[in-house]
């Protein structure tokens, strides 16, 4: 097995890593050579170097990065994500992932990673010019090929779904200390597939979050449908819905406050949301909605079934053992395909 470099925003370390992936005896290409990863950074859910902290990999080491489990290309040159319940994951999330996180810095490192030249910002944003761009776009085409099949509460919105982009909002604890109404970090679009292990089609559906305080009992995913139904609904979604390894289409456009959502499949028509993004989608939001936020899209797979219980919402007690190949024989993980995926046009 090779030794890669493996650059993070705080550290060197030299990792364990599959610069190929092997299949059958035949070395493919990492992803970067087939997609432009020059403004991701990859989170898998691994501590190879076991300092206690999920796996990032990012800069000049993504032009050679590739994992045989969680992030590889399959023999027809697409990106596979694959991620388990039970893993090592983010410091503020219960929830494992294979995930990629836009770096609009590429590999100047001399831009912190909270920086606004990292990050985009509406046209509402007092300071605009000073981020990396107003907007932007991010387009994926994919196909889920497997979802969590257990969960002791899948009566919980979150069991048996994966969550295949989104746009994430910065923390800033300055802002939030400030009680400026923004800087919580939360999201005003998850794109969601989730499928029930009983039924034979799954849905598609998007998910807006107040922009709220975490302690605001209003701060709430609304849910919007695509394909099939949204995650109050557990119904058997029917022809209306999206099979596993059936592709589908999502383009996130911003521009200026907008945020314009298109979705598109073979069997199904296109669907269509326009959402000013300065302004609360509800009554219950924040009036200014994400108005003087900072933002970055995220691609990849985002492992909803989290075995953690308590929580009402976000504790649908999914299984794992946290040994990826145990739980993949079990069926306690996901994984999607990308054929596609464009970041601001690239």
Request: hydrophobic share 35%.
């Amino acid at each position: 097995m090779k030794q890669i470099l493996v650059l993070t925003s705080s550290l060197l370390l030299s990792a364990p890593a599959l610069a190929n992936v092997a299949n059958n005896g035949v070395d493919y290409p990492v992803p970067a050579d087939k997609f432009d990863m020059r403004n991701w950074k990859i989170t898998i859910p691994s501590d190879i170097n076991e300092d206690g902290r999920v796996d990032e990999i990012e800069g000049v080491a993504m032009m050679s990065y590739s994992h045989s489990d969680f992030f590889h290309l399959d023999k027809d040159g697409n990106i596979v994500f694959e991620v388990h319940n039970k893993a090592i994951t983010t410091k503020n999330s219960k929830n494992a992932r294979s995930e990629l996180r836009q770096m609009a810095r590429g590999a100047d490192f001399s831009i912190d990673t909270h920086d606004n030249k990292n990050n985009w910002a509406l046209s509402s944003h007092p300071d605009a010019d000073s981020f990396s761009s107003v907007g932007g776009t991010l387009e994926a085409t994919l196909k889920v090929n497997h979802v969590s099949l257990h969960a002791k509460f899948p009566e919980k919105y979150p069991a048996h779904s994966v969550v295949v982009g989104q746009i994430h909002a910065e923390k800033d604890n300055a802002q939030i200390k400030a009680k400026t109404g923004f800087g919580h970090g939360n999201e005003p679009i998850k794109i969601f597939y989730k499928k029930f292990p009983g039924h034979k089609m799954g849905s598609v559906f998007w998910n807006y979050e107040r922009n709220l305080e975490t302690n605001d009992p209003n701060r709430a995913d609304i849910a919007y449908p695509v394909w099939g139904y949204t995650w109050e609904n557990s119904e058997e979604p029917g022809d209306s819905g999206i099979a596993l390894g059936e592709e589908f289409s999502y383009k996130i456009d911003v521009q200026g406050t907008m945020m314009y959502l298109t979705f598109e499949t073979e069997r199904h028509d296109a669907v269509k949301y326009e959402i000013d993004l300065s302004k609360g989608i509800d009554s219950k939001d924040s009036p200014q909605g994400y108005e003087k936020d900072a933002f970055y899209f995220k691609a990849g797979a985002y492992g909803q079934c989290s075995v953690q219980e308590s929580h009402p919402v976000w504790g649908p007690g999914c299984e794992g053992t946290g040994d990826f190949s145990i739980d993949k024989k079990n069926g306690d993980y996901n994984s999607v395909t990308f054929s596609a995926l464009k970041l601001n046009g690239h």
